[in-house]
């Protein structure tokens, strides 16, 4: 490196030579004069040009680096002083002079010019304009997505883009993704021409079930998606995605759990896979309404959850499916996370020339931290890891090691509150292990073989003891419970020709469930009355639970017309447990005239049995029910339309779920949330006879402009079971509902997202009091309780908010997120105390729960 910079001896005889010279051309003819203020720099090396200019009074420190031998000045300077023309024979150069110390001039970089691109889209084929194409420049506006819409005529245009060689990405629904390399020149603006091809998508990549919804994919394949990006730009408390999902239309839950009810079904029957592995109970805080899912969503790469319809793949549950995949690594990377929740490390990458890939994750709860830092006495801990190794053995076959571990314990031990003594103890944990083997077999059959054991245990012991001034109450329970599971499946894919398309499989599995429960309580019970047994008592339960399941299904999907696909399925499942065996025909079809509307019809049995660790032994439940059954029906119409600068989406969908045989189960009827919801006084049976559920979802998603997305959707349902011959509500059925989500990316590091919900509020039972006398004729207050789920509590309705920033640093990227749950701090009603009190007044009181209040959150992020 070679730096230029005039010395100290050449300061100190600068005066006399300047006087010298003043003397020379003081007598020199004038036109002498002229033409050395003329002389030509075009054509000279830039250092030997800047060099001329030092002699001609300035002076200027540059470096080899910058200034390149190489360097020429092409464009002769048409400014007259010295410091004029520096900056226009350094300009053409990206180069800028600055003042430095000592008054020097240093030639420094010059911040790139932004750069700007107009082009037109047209279809290959016909040369016609196409409108609504989503332009894309990654990294094109100060390290993020640049992007723009084409109009009607095809025509787009991007501003103040980065200097330099960018991938431009092209996408429109029904045509291939087009990418073109471009480069742009500081300063100047580009003109392209960009052509698309109508999609032609292999029959197996067509979306033919209605109420599909793709999460997490950055190609998503499905109408209605997601993006991870999008997805943790949602407020969901604890980064889970399980919470995220309620936002999505059919789908419900309640405020402080991460379990979901899909179109009015229970939480238990959405079934829920990890590559492909079954994954039972995957909640932490199984006390506290299972408040979190055990899956990191860093480790996600593609999540799809079907509402209904779903194709005979998929069997053994009967209202849903979250399908997760973990994905798969291109590079190294590690994040650091810390929330007010969750602490996590997660890394990923490759090995042996990227012939084997691994992802490992751990995540330790913080809420114990948190509750202790607040004076609380509860010491709820949690804590998961997840693994996954895969290796390519040879072309076309790869072999995966996946595990999954998560561990949760609740300590509340010698608590007095008031006149109760309190003692609680409990954990759970799940351990899953399962290899995965893909094999491509020539150029049309694919076949995935996993092989898998679990285990899902839960220990919950307690001690209540209740003392006031007329009656004694305790309980004291003891809960173990070990379900061990093992299984093999595998499916087969085979494509014959271009219109059709054949999958089968099997899948085989062995469940084993270990009871020991027992439980003695004193209570003095107010809801004596509703209930169908008494609540004093002895309820003991010891035995072992074994039983096999066996699961074979055939589906055949083709093409009979170029507008239509259908795919016909047949499942079997049999359960050895409860001697169910059980045909479910399915039929999907999916009907497109054009590349942007679909019709999506399905019709189809799905059953669900009982396993052996869903009995509620804690009820006095001592026999596994009969395999329940519902015929579903679902019609959906979807049509993307695409304008200059918006490209919506409109998705209309109507149901109809009818269940025959369903399950008789236990529930509280005033209370949400209990720690030991069997011991609690307003515990009740709801035994149907039939039930069922229909509704109507209407989603539309679209942008405003380069910076905002939003979406709406609105619901009309009921859900209803058939007691005693006559249709009473669910616990969780809401007529109304709607929801919104507005993302506005605020400049170019913030993001900002609003999502907003309503619905109808959930039934409820009246309870009420009054004053009777007793034998002695003294006054005592007796509770009184309403027909079953005949009210409803207040609507229910709140603002969640998430506002979040990364900064790019040369080590990684750092990012920071600000959450506040119930943003204007709503008093949701979630029930009533079933403990009724006589008031100062000596009138009667009945004390409302609520859901949570205001929560603000937040958490900071290291990915490197």
Not at 35 to 61: H, K, N
Not at 364 to 384: T, V
Not at 623 to 650: C, F, M, P
Not at 736 to 755: E, I, P, S
Request: some cysteine; proline content about 5%.
């Amino acid at each position: 490196m070679i730096w230029t910079q005039r010395t100290r001896k050449a300061r100190r005889i600068a005066p006399r030579v300047g006087l010298v010279c003043a003397l020379i051309l003081a007598v020199l003819p004038n036109g002498l004069l002229v033409a050395d203020e003329s002389a030509s720099y075009v054509g000279l090396p830039l250092a030997e040009a800047l060099r001329d200019l030092e002699s001609r009074g300035l002076e200027i420190f540059f470096s080899s680096n910058l200034v390149r031998a190489d360097m020429l000045v092409a464009v002769e300077p048409t400014a007259s002083e010295p410091r004029q023309i520096l900056d226009q024979i350094l300009d053409p150069h990206g180069l800028m002079a600055e003042a430095g110390p000592g008054g020097r001039l240093v030639v420094v970089s010059a911040p790139a010019k932004p750069a700007s691109l107009r082009g037109l889209v047209r279809e290959r084929t016909s040369d016609r304009p196409i409108a609504g194409v989503r332009i894309v420049v990654p990294g094109g506006s100060a390290g993020e997505s640049a992007e723009s819409f084409s109009a009607s005529d095809g025509s787009f245009e991007l501003t103040n883009l980065v200097a330099g060689r960018h991938a431009l990405e092209a996408h429109l629904p029904g045509f291939v993704v087009e990418n073109v390399g471009i480069t742009l020149p500081p300063g100047q603006t580009v003109e392209i021409m960009i052509r698309m091809e109508p999609a032609q998508m292999a029959i197996d990549e067509i979306i033919v079930t209605p109420s599909t919804m793709s999460l997490m994919r950055e190609n998503p394949v499905a109408g209605l998606d997601l993006t991870r990006k999008d997805i943790f730009a949602l407020p969901h408390l604890g980064d889970d995605i399980y919470r995220a999902l309620t936002l999505l239309p059919g789908v419900t839950g309640e405020e402080t759990s991460a379990r979901f009810n899909v179109r009015g079904g229970r939480t238990d029957e959405v079934l829920m896979l990890l590559d492909r592995v079954e994954l039972f109970e995957p909640f932490h805080l199984k006390d506290y309404g299972s408040a979190l899912s055990i899956v990191t969503p860093r480790a996600l790469d593609e999540v799809n959850l079907i509402t209904g319809g779903f194709p005979a793949e998929y069997g053994d549950r009967m209202s849903g499916v979250l399908d997760m995949s973990t994905f798969q690594p291109e590079k190294a990377k590690t994040v650091l996370g810390l929330s007010l929740l969750t602490a996590e490390v997660a890394s990923s990458g490759t090995f042996d020339d990227q012939r084997g890939d691994w992802i490992s994750s751990v995540r330790r709860g913080q809420l114990d931290l948190a509750l202790e830092f607040l004076g609380k006495k509860q010491k709820p801990q949690y804590w998961d890891a997840l693994g996954k190794i895969r290796y390519q053995l040879a072309p076309g076959h790869r072999l995966g090691l996946h595990l999954l571990h998560a561990d949760d314990s609740l300590k509340f031990l010698n608590l007095d509150v008031g006149d109760t003594e309190e003692d609680y103890d409990t954990s759970y944990g799940s351990s899953y292990a399962w290899l995965t083997h893909q094999s491509i077999l020539g150029s049309q059959v694919f076949v995935d073989t996993a092989l898998s054991v679990g285990r899902v245990d839960r220990d919950r012991r307690s001690r209540e003891v209740e003392f006031d001034e007329e009656d004694d109450a305790s309980f004291s329970l003891v809960d173990q419970r070990v379900l061990d599971a093992i299984g093999l499946k595998q499916d087969w894919n085979y494509q014959p020709s271009e219109g059709h398309y054949l999958k089968w499989g099997f899948d085989v599995r062995r469940l084993e469930t270990d009871y020991d429960y027992f439980n003695v309580r004193e209570l003095d019970d107010p809801l004596e009355g509703v209930r169908f047994e008494p609540r004093s008592g002895t309820t003991e339960f010891r035995q072992l639970l074994s039983g096999e399941q066996y699961s074979a299904y055939l589906s055949s999907r083709s093409r009979p017309v170029d507008m239509l696909t259908l795919e016909l399925g047949l499942r079997y499942d049999e359960h050895t447990l409860t001697a169910d065996s059980n045909i479910s025909p399915r039929v999907n079809l999916v009907l497109a005239p054009g590349q942007r509307s679909s019709l999506r019809l399905a019709w189809g049995y799905f059953y669900q049995s009982q396993r052996s660790y869903e009995l509620q032994v804690e009820d006095g439940v001592t026999q596994l029910a009969k395999a329940e059954r519902t015929e579903q029906r679902v019609i959906g119409y979807e049509r993307n339309i695409t304008t200059r600068g918006s490209d919506l989406l409109l998705r209309v969908e109507a149901y109809q779920r009818e269940i025959t045989n369903p399950r008789s189960r236990y529930e509280n009827l005033l209370q949400p949330l209990e720690i030991f919801p069997e011991i609690e006084p307003d515990r009740v049976l709801f035994d149907p006879s039939r039930s069922q559920s229909y509704g109507l979802e209407i989603f539309v998603r679209g942008r405003a402009g380069r910076r905002a997305e939003w979406w709406a959707s609105y619901a009309y349902s009921q859900v209803e079971d058939r007691i005693e011959d006559v249709w009473l509500p669910r616990r969780n059925d809401q007529p109304h509902a709607f929801k919104a989500d507005l993302n506005y990316r605020a400049g170019k590091h913030w993001n900002v997202n609003l999502a907003w919900r309503y619905h109808t509020g959930w039934p409820t039972t009246m309870i009420s009091g009054r004053f009777e006398e007793d034998d002695e004729g003294e006054l005592e207050l007796v509770t009184l309780i309403g027909p079953l789920n005949a009210e409803r509590v207040s609507d229910y309705h709140r603002l969640d908010l998430r506002a979040s920033r990364e900064w790019q640093r040369k080590r990684g990227v750092l990012g920071f997120f600000l959450e506040i749950q119930n943003a204007y701090n709503r008093k949701n009603q979630a029930g009533f105390d079933p403990d009724i009190e006589e008031g100062d007044d000596g009138g009667i009181v009945v004390n409302t729960e609520i859901w949570g209040e205001i929560l603000p959150s937040f958490g900071i992020t290291w990915e490197f």
